[in-house]
């Protein structure tokens, strides 16, 4: 691979464009990344040609967090110029003979670099969709998910998908927080430590492991959880699976963990304020990224016992009061992250079909400064609503 001499961002995006004097020969194309100062209307764009009735088209795949949107275009119909331009750091083309690739730094010089090389381009319309994880793979076996065969059981299917879905979500952020220097690179001397709170059996925390090692990314996973027997079990599975150097098991409450560092914090379906203990460990261990799937928020329903005008016409209702207080739940959760430095988005992580539970909190720390009037409405809601949330309870005793 050999760099390219130092050109402006317009010839860099001049050059890109270029390869479209020749559509046939593309094989693949993808944006990622976020240029500083930038804001992308998706997370990712991957187009591909796709033959329909005999004709070239370029299927465009869109990802915006929560689901991907595809659209087919003509070659010439494609605007492609518009998505270089569109505030993406990273530019990969692979034709059948090179593969170009633009990085766009911090300063907004670009770098590029192109290998040649032989690449296949699959011109498949409905083409079956990829997975992270091969139904086969031994720690799914181990784990239940998959029977002996290495075909996903019937009755764990939903939690498949879960996992599934949350490594499509885990991939690009980590990404994305590592290209704008919100966490190291991980390096063998120093991997990115990631720990899963509330493990129990560790789907999650295997599948994590496992996917990206298989990337080639250098981690250190740890799962706790506070029942022993899910600690011996899954340390039992590591070491039939060979991995114990990179991942461990402690049988530990959340608030009292020996733990006192972490890169990445994630948490799936920790109960009630088993959220709050999550997001509070993190908060305290300088953790840069957050991942988590809230559950069974009863916190704030218990303190529901006077709401607001003309709020009783939601709060009078068992399921509405319930659904209510959830959202408020989430909402201060997420609030405070944001005022600790953080920005947060609340996103849907799996579909509905497979699990209710189904929203993912997801924190990256920027260390920007806090706004003023967030902290102001944070306080005129605690005070509307007459409660106190347990994260800011576990924060502020």
């Not at 593969?99 to 699959?122: H, M, N, R, W």
């Not at 011996?232 to 060979?242: M, Q, S, V």
């Not at 529901?304 to 209510?324: A, C, F, H, K, V």
Request: charge should be negative.
């Amino acid at each position: 691979m050999s760099p390219s001499a130092r050109v402006t961002l317009e010839q860099a995006f001049a050059q890109a464009i270029g390869y479209f004097q020749s559509p046939e020969t593309i094989g693949r194309i993808v944006l990622s990344g976020r240029r500083r100062n930038m804001q992308t209307a998706t997370e990712r764009i991957d187009i591909r040609p796709v033959d329909i009735k005999g004709a070239l088209h370029f299927q465009v795949s869109t990802n915006d967090g929560k689901a991907t949107t595809t659209k087919n275009y003509l070659p010439g119909d494609l605007p492609i110029s518009d998505y270089f331009t569109s505030g993406y750091a990273n530019i990969l083309i692979e034709t059948l003979n090179e593969s170009f690739s633009l990085q766009i730094s911090k300063k907004d010089e670009p770098v590029i670099s192109v290998k040649t090389g032989k690449y296949e381009a699959d011109l498949s319309h409905d083409r079956k969709k990829n997975r992270l994880l091969d139904p086969s793979d031994p720690f799914l076996i181990e784990v239940g998910i998959s029977d002996t065969s290495g075909k996903v059981k019937a009755s764990k299917m939903d939690k498949y998908m879960q996992v599934e879905e949350f490594l499509r979500l885990l991939t690009p952020t980590l990404t994305s927080a590592i290209e704008a220097g919100h966490l190291d690179s991980p390096v063998p001397t120093k991997p990115l430590k990631i720990v899963d709170l509330g493990c129990g059996h560790a789907y999650l925390t295997f599948a994590t492991h496992q996917y990206l090692q298989s990337i080639g990314m250098s981690i250190k996973v740890i799962g706790i959880d506070v029942r022993t027997s899910s600690r011996d079990r899954n340390n039992e599975i590591a070491k039939k699976l060979g991995i114990s150097e990179t991942i461990e098991f402690l049988a530990e409450e959340i608030s009292q963990t020996s733990l006192s560092e972490a890169d990445v914090a994630i948490a799936l379906h920790a109960c009630d304020t088993a959220t709050d203990d999550a997001i509070a460990w993190a908060l305290r261990s300088d953790a840069q990224l957050l991942m988590i799937a809230p559950c069974c928020h009863h916190d704030i329903q218990s303190q529901l016992s006077d709401s607001p005008e003309p709020w009783s016409l939601i709060t009078r209702y068992g399921i509405m009061r319930e659904r209510l207080a959830d959202l408020l739940t989430d909402a201060f959760r997420m609030q405070i992250l944001k005022m600790r430095g953080f920005r947060v988005e609340g996103i849907e992580f799996v579909g509905g079909e497979h699990t209710p539970r189904n929203l993912m909190i997801r924190a990256v720390k920027t260390g920007a400064p806090v706004d003023a009037i967030e902290v102001a409405r944070y306080e005129e809601m605690v005070s509307l609503w007459k409660v106190k949330p347990a994260l800011a309870r576990l924060l502020n005793p």
